[in-house]
Structure formats: C-alpha cells, structure tokens
C-alpha cells in the first residue's frame, strides 16, 4: 500500500530504515529518454504508475527542480519517494537527485538542518514566527553573511524564499565594474579619494557635503547595506519580538559596522535599531519586488531637501546603491535627496515628512508664504498639463499639435522654475504619446528619444528597468508602420 500523501515529517522518520536500499548517484549523465520533471505533489501518483508499468529498468531518476516560489527540496521530495517505493516494497530503487543548487539549501531550513550547512551565512538563521494574537504573516529569520563587499558585513531579516534568492548577489563578483571600482565603494583599491566628506550639518546631525564640483549625471556614492529588513516585520510581528531580531540583526554584525549604525541619526524614540531604521531608511527590494528597508553606512546619511541635487537608485542584483548627481553641484554644497516624491505641495510634503519626524526646513520650506504659493501653483499646473496631455495620448480628447506645443514649452519653464527636471522623463513621455496620438510622428520620435536618453540616465543600464522605455519605443515603432501601411494605400 502507498499512502496518498507522505509528509516530509513522514518522509523523513522512514529514512533511516531505507537509507541501506537506496544506491545514490548523480549526476546530469545519468538522464536517460525517461525523463521527467514532476512537481513535488505529483511525485506519489506518479511513481505508482511507475511501479505497475513493466519497463525495461526499474532505476528511477528523481531530480527536483529548484523552485523558490514552492519551497521545492530535492532532498525532501527524494525521501517522500524513496520511503513510497519502500513501503510498496518496489524490488529496486536508485535515487538521483540533482545537486542542490547553491541557494537552494538557504532557501528549506530542514535541508539545512539535515547538512548542518547554513553557507553562505555565518551561521544557522535565528528563525522567529509571529506569537498567536500577532497578525499572521510569513516566517522571519535573521542571516548575516561576511564579508560582505570588501570587510564588511550584511545582516538580513526576512523570509527563508527571499533569502535564498539573494545569496548570489552576496558575490562580489556581480557587482560590476563601474561600482566596484568607484573612489567610493568599499570594494575599490585603498587610497581613492571620494567626491564628499561627511560633516556635521547644524540641526541635521551629520550629512555630506561636495568636496569638489560634480557634474550632472556623475555617480557620486556607491554604497552597499549593511541591513536590510522586510517590511512586512513591522506589520505583522509584534514589538518584543521585532526588537529581538533587530538587536540580534545588529549584534551578529562586525564591530564596526555595529557602531556605524548605531552613529546613525535617530528620531522616533522607541527601541534603538527600529529607531534608526526608521530614521534612515532606505527603500528596497528583494526578490520580486518585496519592500524591504534598507540601512547604508553613508547612503543613509544622505539629507533631505525638497529641491535634492542626487537621486539613487538600487540594484536588486548587485545589492548596491548608486548616488546620482541630476545638476551641478558645487565644492561645499549638501548633497542632498527627497525623502518623499517630488512635485509634491509644500502641505503634502509636510504630512509624507511625518513619518521621518522631522519638519523640513530646506529653502523652499522656509520661504514666504507667497513664494510657497506660488510654487504650489506651479507644481499643480504640471499635474495639470501632465493629465491634459495623458487624456489626449488615450483619446478621451484631441489636443492640436499646436496646443501640445505649447503645453510641452509650458512645462518646460515650470519644471526648471521648480526644479523638478527629475520628471521630465514622466512629462516627455507624455508628450510623446499625445504627438503619436496626433499623428506628429517626427515630433513623438523627438520626444521618445529624449526619453531614452533620460530612462538609461535615472534606472542605469539594467534591462529589468528600462521596460518602459522599450514600451515607449514600441508604440512609435506601431505608429510608424500604421501611418506607412495608411500611406500606400492613400
Ligand atoms: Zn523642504
């Protein structure tokens, strides 16, 4: 008799009786023509059909393919089998399984424990689970992995799946070379010099300031977290616990990153490491798109100012930040970032500003009431301008070329009155789109490659951010062949 269904608990009491029958092997060569991937849950039918079937060999390859999404285990799923042949005392049975792939083993904490294995991390993840009357949510361990980019290290709170989907950007090997070599990084050669000193700024705590000028689009900071912390830790885990993964995140640390965190700026009260993480956060990404907040040694220090002169932006492959300059920036001026999106009104950023405790104290906040109501009326007028050009590109209307000239020139003196260049890309992608929409197709080709050359500058040159670029040049390329084919047959 076959069980319909065998636990891995199951699975695994029987090992120790089936270990003597089993003849391991492995190894790709040994795939014959019988070849089959079957997801783990379809291993038992599967097999029985096997066992009835007369067939040339009774050898049955098992290789479980690496599936983070199911938490597949070649291991578990290769027992289940084995222990199923067994109990149906199946004459011969040999077992291969694929060699784990290097994440993989991070990615099923039982497998780990069978290996005692926890590489790439230091050590065995300490593992916590929401308490009963916390809001029920997904499993949370601490990893901590060094050295991490030079002699650094990296600690990490989140979910076994997405831990094991990070393990190979801790090689330094992905990060490439433009990064790794940068005066900033602390991957590049000693002596590099980098572009800011961190200083003390009155009423800022610490912050950077430019050392020399840097240009417009220079990489002024590349740096690399030294935490990292999956949001939904503060949704659904409960503060006694948060803060023991918190503290245990940082005490796993190397010293001295211990203490370069804990010479972060703080803000909300409260425990010490949530503090600071709140303070400085960083948002990131790990996996698909999983928020996670981030703590960078320099990065975090990084003020904000309404009108900012860097941005950032973060690669979930290479676990690296870059800081971008998007204007001049001249010897001794702050560098400084929005921690809120821009073209925001000054009653909007104050409310968003909350959550970082603070009140913004940056020109365009501390100028008169008048000017911030002139600026308000500017940055509505954009959002105005930026939606009469979106309805008219999605034909709810039907803008002149004439009339999205002159709405594109409009635009153009209130983003530099605002400083907000940094949604030209958005707007101009907008104008493309109503000129398509208008059948003025050399003026959306102008306007799609301005947009190109700006999408490579702000998301750099990794495909996975630039597919609405390429979105953008497709619909001219649809436009172009339509008013060819329209042409011909005029
Ligand atoms: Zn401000």
Redesign the pocket.
């Known amino acids: 008799m076959v069980e319909n269904t065998i636990t891995r608990g199951q699975a695994r009491t029987y090992s120790p009786v089936i270990e003597r029958f089993i003849v391991g092997d492995e190894g790709p060569s040994k795939f014959g023509t019988g070849k089959f991937w079957v997801a783990e849950d379809e291993v038992l039918p599967k097999v029985r059909d096997w066992m009835v079937e007369p067939g040339t060999t009774r050898m049955l390859w098992i290789s479980s393919p690496y599936d983070p999404g199911a938490m597949t285990s070649a291991h578990a799923s290769a027992l289940a089998v084995i222990a199923a042949a067994w109990q149906a005392k199946a004459p011969i049975i040999s077992h291969f399984c694929q060699r784990s792939r290097r994440d993989e083993l991070r990615a099923d904490e039982e497998s780990a424990i069978d290996t005692g294995n926890w590489e790439p991390w230091k050590r065995r993840p300490y593992c916590i689970e929401p308490l009963p009357g916390d809001a029920p949510g997904p499993q949370f361990c601490v990893y901590t992995f060094e050295p991490f980019r030079g002699d650094r290290g990296l600690s990490v709170i989140t979910t076994p799946v997405l831990a094991a989907s990070m393990v190979d950007a801790l090689d330094d090997s992905v990060v490439p070379p433009k990064l790794r070599d940068h005066p900033s990084s602390s991957l590049a050669a000693e002596g590099s010099s980098p572009a800011y000193v961190i200083k003390d700024m009155p009423g800022k705590g610490k912050g950077l300031v430019a050392q020399r000028q840097i240009r417009k689009w220079e990489l002024v900071l590349v740096d690399y977290p030294v935490m990292l912390a999956h949001m939904g830790l503060f949704d659904v885990v409960g503060p006694e616990l948060r803060e023991d993964v918190l503290d245990r995140a940082l005490r796993q640390l190397p010293e001295e990153q211990q203490g370069e965190i804990l010479s972060l700026a703080r803000s909300t009260g409260g425990e010490t490491v949530e503090d600071i993480l709140r303070t400085n956060i960083f948002g990131v990404e790990l996996g698909i798109e999983i928020p996670h907040l981030g703590l960078l040694p320099i990065g975090s220090r990084i003020n904000h100012?309404?009108r900012p002169n860097v941005f950032w932006r973060y690669s979930v492959r290479a676990l690296a930040v870059e800081v971008i300059a998007m204007r001049d920036i001249e010897p001794g001026e702050e560098i400084t970032q929005s921690y809120v999106p821009l073209g925001l009104s000054y009653e909007e950023?104050k409310e968003d500003l909350k959550n970082w405790g603070f009140t913004?104290t940056?020109p365009?906040?501390a100028s008169s009431p008048k000017q911030r109501a002139a600026s308000d009326e500017n940055r509505e007028r954009l959002q105005d301008i930026y939606h009469e050009l979106n309805d008219s590109a999605a034909g709810k209307s039907n803008l002149t070329i004439s009339t999205i000239e002159s709405l594109t020139e409009e635009l153009e003196s209130l983003v530099a009155e605002e400083n907000l260049e940094a949604q030209l890309l958005v707007h101009y992608s907008a104008v493309a789109r109503a000129y398509m929409r208008a059948g003025e197709l050399d003026a959306a080709r102008r306007y799609v490659e301005l947009c190109e050359y700006l999408w490579v500058q702000y998301a750099g040159e990794e495909d996975d951010y630039l597919a609405g670029m390429h979105q953008l040049r497709h619909e001219l390329n649809e436009r172009e062949r339509k008013a060819t084919i329209d042409g011909r047959y005029r």
């Open positions: 100012n309404c950023r913004c940056c365009l906040c």
